[in-house]
């Protein structure tokens, strides 16, 4: 049985909701594209710093880019 892919961050939608791509990130934060892609994926999870620099180029709460525990 395949192991379900588990949600942490909400990057590839807020992205979205605000009009921006992974590529535009990757240039606001000076990484590799691919790395975004792998964040937006959740294949790979940012670091903390990394989390409120994505929100401080957005614009936006960092808590905005997590998936909420509470339902």
Request: hydrophobic residues 40%.
């Amino acid at each position: 049985m395949a192991k379900e892919k588990r949600i942490y961050n909400r990057i590839k939608a807020v992205l979205a909701e605000h009009g921006k791509t992974n590529l535009w990130l990757a240039a606001e934060l000076e990484v590799n594209r691919t790395t975004v892609s792998k964040w937006c994926t959740n294949e790979v999870q940012p670091t903390m710093e990394s989390l409120f620099r994505i929100a401080d180029a957005i614009n936006i709460d960092v808590r905005e880019l997590l998936v909420s525990t509470k339902k």
